[in-house]
């Protein structure tokens, strides 16, 4: 990321050695990403408020701040919210569903399952309900565990609006949220069965994995082509499915491997990367099929991002 200090050498000021801003920034560079992401669903936009970060970061007197990461956290949350905002109104022209770009994540967010699952594609999109404030007080407050006093410095909000803020946000959230929080391990069989079944065009197998409200979202970004509302039912989805794999020219290979800390497939085309498709398992069916194919979202799927709490 342009113009924000990946290594020591990068912005050491004395003999190569790292500053003292560089040292705090670069150790809570992976959390002020996650709260980045978890607040605007791109990855892309995560990367750019980290810069925005980093340069407000680099000109504050760190003899008045008390708690590097706490300070760190409160301007990664003021930047998110403002392009938040202004993501907002750019979403409502979006052609067709707009998705999270995926991440192609390393094992141990999967080892950590709040973490793992707040990231998750179904919790994004369930985030994406939420205004902007609400958004941000649910994810500091239930994701990261930060205090009330240290949310309302973040929003701007008193510490009383910042509770009733939460107890909201965390009503609303729990109403669309799955269940329960499904083992990797279930969602990995659920996978593989879903799998083979739409290699082999097996209608019937499909339909059995299948929940039958299912819905299918596609996001080609008027790009790629994708369905341009949602696909909604078992039988829908199983036709769409087993009779669209038929059809696809060239050498196709449907990959496990792991998004946003969660079990997930990817589609590659003549080998090269087409489609990643996450899912959201309830009660050992697939209620959720999220199919992300425009190209500006897959390049964060070219190496493992690392995400923290």
Known sequence: MAGTPHTAADTGRDAGLPDRATEAFLAHR???FTVAYELLGSAADAEDVLQETWLRWAGVDLDAVRDPRAYLVRITT????????????????????????????????????????????????????????????FVLREVFDLGYDEIAEAVDKSPTAV???????????????????????????????????????????????????????GDGGGVKQAVLRPIVGADKVARLLTGGWGKVAGVTALLPTQVNGSPALVIRLDGELDTVLAVRVDEGRIGGLYAVRNPEKLSHMARETRLSR
């Open 30 to 32: 992976n959390l002020l």
């Open 78 to 137: 003021r930047q998110a919210l403002t392009r938040l905002r202004t993501l907002g109104r750019r979403r409502e022209s979006y052609v067709g569903p707009w998705l999270p770009e995926p991440l192609l994540t390393a094992p141990d967010v999967a080892e950590d399952v709040a973490l793992a699952d707040s990231v998750s594609m179904a919790m994004l999109l369930v985030l994406e309900t939420l205004g902007p404030t609400e958004r941000a007080v």
């Open 163 to 217: 509770r009733q803020i939460a107890h909201r946000a965390r009503a609303h959230v729990a109403a669309r949220r799955p269940r329960r929080v499904v083992p990797a391990a279930e969602t990995r069989t659920v996978l593989d069965a879903f799998r083979r079944a739409v290699e082999t065009g097996d209608l019937q197998s499909l339909l059995d994995l299948l929940a039958p409200d299912v819905v299918l979202l």
